[in-house]
């Protein structure tokens, strides 16, 4: 990891940090260690999930400069991410997204099911018990939700789980009846569920848009906020808060932008055609303001802060936005970048408050 | 060209040091700079980008895709642009304007003498 400028008082002003999606990578010879004897051959053959169409970045996705002192990329260690991130930036807490995603929306039901619970448990043995910052999202695959509530059931309670996970990308949007048995399982377990960008488009999720595919990683990466939004309305609309009243969710890495003028769509229509969701009793945007939280990565940076900051009087952000620094990926924001976006007033609930009573993580230590 | 009154020099290395295409990071006064060899040209600029404060010199140095019709793809500028490690931003090696921002690298100004290598500031 490479040196950083000293900050200014002001950039540290922000303390007990609580990052809510940074990520790991795995390597494929420490998974085998957790998957069965029937599925190491596949595995081993390279078949591994879901790829991409193809999408290229010419920076890579991994920020080049977060590697250890061994040329180690910081990703895949621990002991590096606590020290050249957790400890560099002062971060109290911070959840796991793992590398488990793709294989999440492998074809193959059982593969994939397979395959995320050998990611979990990794990443329980070699994450949540090298640092008592970390924390872990749990993995699930959406092919088949009956498999996905069993490894809800199995890993649910342990003390560093703090969500259920599920691709960005689906088969089905996400509001269908075809997923309650996870949102049954997650809401036994008082586990909010998140959905996380980097799977649109691959394997069996179908084209990137209604348009067709996406040419082109611009195009693509520029687009997620459509699928965020598209599961959102999915969910809202099918009435999935109704059927699990004590369901919360979150909106992983989709930016923050979108939401204001979505809510306003999605109330001026439901005045026109309540009728047609009568579970719907109140404004859709009552129901996403109560249930729905988002990560704050990627941040807009519109030429001007001050209409950023406008944008974020236009809905209750100090009650639904919780710091991701996406660390340590390529269109990230450190947590100093970030703290010095959102204006003092609500600077502390952002980055540390609103993700502490989400999901319930006790006060900042010290 | 940086615009500040520049009253100091601090010797950087020797010309031997830093062939065509090679960098060095060095510090100025407390400040840490990059120090690039251009195709011949030497060039400095401070190690932080406009952006988020990254270690901007330690980027990929390549050329890159010139600025063309729909369609066509051409690669030029061999060695003159540097690609920030942390969101993928292009420097011109050249100027320090970025390739898609109004912001631009903190430059300065480079002389050899007596083959020592001497930033100024």
New interface residues.
């Given amino acids: 990891m490479t040196e950083r400028e000293p900050q200014s008082g002001a950039d540290q002003a922000v303390t007990g940090v609580v990052d809510t999606d940074i990520h790991t990578r795995s390597r494929a010879e420490r998974i085998v260690d957790f998957l069965p004897e029937a599925w190491r051959r596949r595995w081993l053959s390279g078949s591994r999930g879901a790829p991409l169409p193809g999408y290229w970045n010419p920076g890579g996705v991994v920020r080049s400069d977060a590697i250890t002192a061994d040329g180690e990329g910081l990703d895949f260690s621990p002991e590096g991410m606590a020290k050249e991130f957790l400890d560099a930036y002062g971060v109290d807490i911070a959840i796991v997204n793992h590398d488990g995603l793709s294989a999440a929306l492998c074809p193959d039901p059982d593969y994939a099911a397979a395959m995320v619970s050998a990611f979990n448990d990794h990443h329980i043995a070699d994450w949540l018990s090298a640092d008592p910052r970390f924390r872990l999202s749990l993995v699930v695959s959406p092919m088949d939700p009956v498999r996905a509530a069993a490894e809800i059931h199995r890993l649910g309670d342990h003390p560093g789980v703090v969500q259920v996970l599920l691709p960005g990308g689906s088969i089905l949007p996400y509001g269908h009846s075809f997923y309650h048995p996870i949102y049954e399982a997650a809401v036994a377990h008082d586990l909010p569920v998140a959905t996380h960008p980097g799977t649109e488009g691959a394997g069996p999720t179908g084209q990137t848009s209604a348009a067709g595919y996406a040419s082109r990683y611009l195009e693509w990466h520029t687009g997620l906020s459509n699928y965020v939004s598209a599961q959102l309305l999915s969910v809202v609309t099918e009435g999935v808060f109704q059927r699990f009243p004590t369901l919360r969710w979150v909106l992983l890495e989709g930016g923050v932008s979108w939401l204001p003028p979505l809510m306003w769509r999605f109330d001026k229509n439901w005045k026109a055609l309540r009728r047609t969701t009568p579970w719907l009793d109140r404004p859709p945007s009552e129901i996403i303001c109560e249930r729905v939280r988002l990560s704050t990565q990627p941040l807009e940076e519109p030429p001007k802060l001050a209409h950023f900051r406008a944008m974020l009087e236009m809905f209750p952000a100090e009650e639904m936005l919780m710091f991701s620094s996406d660390f340590p990926h390529w269109d990230g924001d450190t947590p100093d970048f970030a703290g010095r976006a959102f204006a003092p007033a609500m600077r502390h609930r952002v980055m540390s408050e609103t993700a502490r009573e989400f999901y319930r993580l006790g006060p900042a230590r010290g | 060209m940086s615009s500040r009154t520049q009253s100091r020099e601090t010797v950087v290395g020797h010309v031997d040091e830093l062939p065509p295409g090679t960098r060095k990071i060095v510090d100025v006064d407390g400040t ?1 700079v990059g120090v690039f060899n251009v195709n011949g040209t030497l060039v400095a600029y401070r190690n ?1 980008c406009p952006h ?4 901007v010199c ?3 140095v390549d050329g890159t895709t010139l600025v063309s019709a729909p369609g066509e793809h051409v690669w030029g500028r061999a060695g003159e642009i540097l ?1 920030c ?4 931003w292009e420097f011109d090696l050249l100027t320090g304007q970025c390739l898609t921002d109004r912001r631009r690298l903190h430059r300065y100004d480079v002389v050899v003498e007596d083959t020592e290598i001497r930033v100024l500031h």
């Fill in positions: 840490s932080r988020e404060r990254a270690p330690l980027g990929g690609m490690p942390w969101h993928g």
